[in-house]
Structure formats: C-alpha cells, structure tokens
C-alpha cells in the first residue's frame, strides 16, 4: 500500500521558517516527480513546487519563489520543503504529491500537514 505522510507542519510567526517532510512508503518514487501543494481555507489547492528524480530541476509557484526550497532524498524516499520568510497569507494545508501525469494529475497523495503562520 502506497503512503505519503507528511510531517513538520505547526505555529509560527511571520518571518519564521519551517521544514515539512513527506515520507513515502510502499514503493520507491526515486525515478517520479514529487511536489508540494497547499489549500487555505475557502480556496482551491493549489501548486507550490515540485522536483524532478533526480532532484535537479525545481519548479516554484511566483508565490513562494526565493523563499521557498524543495529538495528529495531518494535513498530515505522523503521530499522536503524548507519555508523561509514565512507570511500569514502562506497558513494553509500543505500536500506532497507524487507521480505527476502527463494530463497533470497527480497519482498520490498525502493527508496534509496544517501550516498557520501568525501575524
């Protein structure tokens, strides 16, 4: 059975920083594209970053480009996001996703991690 769980997610005041991670279980995603999406109350889930295999080419949402980092460790199947810089209008539910389509959906999903960052 195929898994994402994310982890890392909590309180912090603007300007603070977080790290989510997202473990991957029941079968390798070495070889996929991982990413990140966030949903905030009252509005659709929407992309953040994402990651190719092999970890050299990222995407970023205009949003969080320069503050935000994604990164992947294959031999721990685990996907990270560094949040730096962090505004209130960032306070979402944050998903890792894994195995991108070429229609542009994602094949799994993971249960979401809450991120609130106060004023």
């Known amino acids: 059975q195929v898994q994402l769980v994310e982890s890392g997610g909590g309180l912090v005041q603007a300007g603070g920083s977080l790290r989510l991670s997202c473990a991957a279980s029941g079968r390798t995603f070495s070889s996929t594209v991982m990413g990140w999406f966030r949903q905030a109350p009252g509005k659709e889930r929407e992309f953040v970053a994402a990651i190719s295999w092999s970890g050299v080419n990222t995407y970023y949402a205009d949003s969080v480009k320069g503050r935000f980092t994604i990164s992947r460790d294959n031999a721990k199947n685990t996907v990270y996001l560094q949040m730096n810089s962090l505004k209130p209008e960032d306070t979402a539910v944050y998903f890792c996703?894994?195995?991108?389509?070429?229609?542009?959906?994602?094949?799994?999903w993971g249960q979401g991690t809450q991120v609130t960052v106060s004023s």
């Open positions: 996703a894994a195995d991108k389509l070429e229609s542009g959906d994602w094949v799994y």
